[in-house]
């Protein structure tokens, strides 16, 4: 079991190289959480996330005999780029396996942390079978992404400033892929103050933790699918196991729909970019309210590596949600002049116009007629209301179709 020690040792080992992040303060998710929030900004952290804590640790104490070969990682992600950045920051090299359809952001970004890439197969298990095939050709040692005790005690770090940055803090809410991090911080964090309460937060669709502790054994779930893929983990690793069974007190899932609206009001309210496994935590905190939730809550943000298509798809969902995006559909006479009409009504509103889509083939639109779609950018809810009553007068009848 790793010990407290354990954790300090991993903070003096990284005290020169990796950031002590922030602990910020903020209104408007303690007003939606119904009690006082404190987010810790792990997403600002070197690399863009946690893992790079671990990864560090790890490398750092390798004997000197592992230190003469290289360092070997399968990942597609912030654990990918944590083990090429604490490789090259120590003089090693870094060799990482990543699925052939990860995002070219995601591997250039690897390789600017001085690894060398290697994509293979169309899935992490062919990443992952790749990398071992090449730990045994060339006597490399490879980097676990969590199930290890030199990974675990660098992401109790995390735990060491929560409660230095405030020893009020009551509760916090951690993000679970494998567990490497809320055992780290739990076994921190109940050494320095043994009331606090650990929650552990899951994606609802790779819950494999929650599965395993409710069964008291090991699971491994068929798939995990979800947007939050820095949590995505199939089957959680022995020892976090064993640890979570111990020091966590409560586990819970969220939804992608919560994880995406989660994600969205982090960048539109607290102008903090993060991606979906980042927002977990205060997904939680917002939406589900967990029991063990006391009044000063730390959700971890663990990270802000974010697939900019993806983000685009959680601002346009966010917007939608929100009240500040819709689309109309006007089914009006083919005749010059009737979408001016219409542009001319929203103009009167200052409304932005995001799209505009002519639909003339369907069974639903008469013959002679077009089914005009108008995306628009609203400047508050209550704009709809008035603009569908304006469009009525004036003869146009409207749907909302979003």
Request: hydrophobic share 45%; charged share 20%.
């Amino acid at each position: 079991m790793i010990k407290y020690a354990d954790i300090i040792a991993a903070q003096q080992t990284m005290r020169d190289t990796i950031k002590s992040t922030t602990l910020m303060p903020t209104k408007t998710f303690s007003k939606l959480a119904g009690t006082q929030i404190l987010m810790k900004l792990e997403n600002l952290q070197t690399t863009g996330s946690f893992k790079v804590r671990g990864a560090f640790n790890k490398i750092y104490h390798l004997t000197d005999a592992e230190k003469k070969y290289p360092v070997v990682a399968a990942s597609a992600g912030n654990h990918a780029q944590g083990v090429a950045f604490s490789a090259t920051k120590l003089g090693l090299k870094s060799t990482i396996f990543m699925p052939t359809f990860t995002p070219p952001t995601k591997v250039n970004a690897t390789r600017s942390y001085g690894a060398n890439v290697v994509l293979a197969g169309d899935s992490f298990d062919d990443a992952f079978a790749a990398s071992q095939e090449y730990c045994k050709t060339h006597n490399a040692t490879y980097i676990h992404p969590f199930n290890d005790p030199k990974i675990i005690a660098g992401q109790g770090v995390v735990g060491l400033e929560i409660f230095m940055q405030c020893h009020d803090v009551d509760t916090v809410i951690v993000p679970i892929g494998g567990g490497g991090l809320i055992s780290g911080i739990a076994i921190a964090m109940k050494e320095m103050k043994p009331s606090i309460k650990i929650i552990g937060v899951e994606a609802e669709n790779a819950a494999s933790m929650l599965a395993s502790v409710d069964k008291s054994e090991i699971i491994t779930l068929p798939s995990a699918l979800t947007i939050a893929d820095g949590i995505a983990v199939k089957r959680p690793g022995d020892l976090t196991f064993k640890i979570i069974e111990e020091y966590v007190d409560e586990l819970i899932t969220v939804n992608d729909t919560d994880i995406s609206h989660a994600a969205y009001l982090m960048l539109q309210r607290g102008k903090l970019l993060v991606e979906p496994a980042g927002a977990v935590a205060l997904a939680a905190a917002i939406t589900r309210k967990p029991k063990c939730m006391g009044k000063m809550v730390v959700p971890v943000v663990s990270g802000g590596n974010i697939n900019m298509s993806l983000l685009q798809q959680i601002i346009d969902q966010g917007m939608y949600i929100e009240g500040l995006r819709t689309t109309l559909q006007v089914i009006v006479p083919d005749h010059a002049g009737e979408l001016q009409q219409i542009l001319s009504i929203l103009d009167n509103f200052k409304v932005n116009i995001q799209d505009i889509v002519h639909e003339r083939s369907i069974t639903s639109v008469p013959v002679g007629h077009v089914m005009i779609s108008l995306t628009v950018n609203l400047q508050h809810k209550k704009q709809l209301d008035a603009i569908k009553e304006e469009l009525r007068k004036r003869g146009f009848g409207c749907r909302v179709i979003h």
